[in-house]
């Protein structure tokens, strides 16, 4: 005997709804935590103009115009501002980056990862020495903080040309973890040594 469709209540139905949207917003957060910081290619923001335009998926689309809002609304809610800075990284926004790392910096103390995530906007929008202070300002939470040594070195040996900044910066990394590698896998005491060497 077949059974007979199950109807669900307006009630159910909202609650089931509730229910995805926080499973969703959960996943996402826990998502944008576990997000590393991207490394800028070598070539520096030369390189990056060059690039094709990304194509943000609709649901980050979605999300960024909901932070936008949200923004609008509750312009001191420092959180949603570091979310949207970090939505406007991911899909390679560097100047809105920059701007709502800014927002959320004028609101109060940030982490050194917020510090280093607009150091490496900074660079791909070609301001160097903001990159610089960014990287500075991380490094004074967190004077071993791995992305920032390793990005500030990046910008003082690739945009700075500041060789011996650059060495002294990764020795730095390298002696805060003899591991510590390059995105493409080089460890970070070799590059050491090749900068000695040339």
């Known amino acids: 005997m077949a059974e007979a469709a199950r109807t669900f209540s307006k009630g159910e139905l909202m609650g089931a709804v509730a229910a995805a949207l926080a499973v969703g917003f959960f996943v996402g957060s826990m998502v944008m935590e576990m997000r590393q910081p991207a490394q800028m290619p070598?070539?520096?923001?030369?390189?990056?103009?060059?690039?094709a335009p990304v194509e943000i998926p609709a649901d980050l689309a979605a999300h960024i115009r909901?932070?936008?809002?949200a923004t609008l609304q509750r312009p001191a809610d420092q959180a949603?501002?570091?979310?949207?800075?970090?939505?406007?990284?991911?899909?390679?926004?560097?100047?809105?980056s920059v701007g709502a790392y800014l927002k959320a910096v004028a609101l109060g103390p940030v982490s050194a990862d917020v510090w280093t995530d607009l150091g490496i906007m900074h660079r791909e929008s070609g301001a160097t020495q903001k990159a610089l202070e960014s990287f500075d300002a991380a490094l004074k939470l967190d004077p071993?903080?791995?992305?920032?040594?390793?990005?500030?070195?990046?910008?003082q040996l690739h945009d700075a040309k500041d060789r011996a900044g650059a060495l002294a910066t990764w020795e730095k990394l390298a002696a805060?973890?003899?591991?510590?590698?390059?995105?493409?896998g080089r460890l970070v005491r070799d590059m050491v040594a090749d900068l000695k060497k040339s």
């Open 144 to 155: 071993r903080h791995e992305n920032a040594l390793y990005n500030k070195g990046v910008v």
């Open 176 to 184: 805060a973890n003899p591991q510590a590698k390059n995105p493409d």
């Open 66 to 69: 909901e932070l936008e809002g």
């Open 80 to 96: 949603a501002w570091v979310e949207l800075g970090n939505l406007y990284f991911d899909t390679h926004q560097p100047q809105r």
């Open 42 to 51: 070598t070539g520096g923001p030369a390189a990056m103009q060059n690039a």
